[in-house]
């Protein structure tokens, strides 16, 4: 599967020199984290997910973000992971 490449119009630019912003589909998505696209939607209404693009009814996620949510999961030991949890 390949990214979708958009290019977007920003006020005052011309399409030549618009900015081309590669953006991954919903399903590219649970595929990369290997869940159910009801999931993504899920995380999405719950506001626990990565942040994502509305485009009409279409749902799109950037490369940065998907990065991000990641980086924001990890952690060095189950210990550090435990200090955040209550149980």
Not at 6 to 33: C, H, P, W, Y
Not at 38 to 57: A, E, K, N, Q, V
Request: proline fraction near 2%; glycine fraction near 8%.
């Amino acid at each position: 599967m390949f990214p979708v490449l958009i290019a977007i119009n920003f006020r005052g630019a011309e399409m030549s020199t618009a900015k081309k912003i590669n953006l991954l589909t919903e399903g590219q998505v649970a595929d990369m984290f290997g869940v159910d696209q009801s999931t993504l939607r899920r995380w999405r209404y719950d506001g626990c997910g990565p942040h994502f693009i509305r485009l009409g009814s279409n749902i799109r996620y950037r490369h940065e973000d998907i990065e991000d949510h990641l980086m924001s999961h990890r952690h060095q030991s189950t210990y550090e992971y435990y200090q955040g949890v209550e149980l």
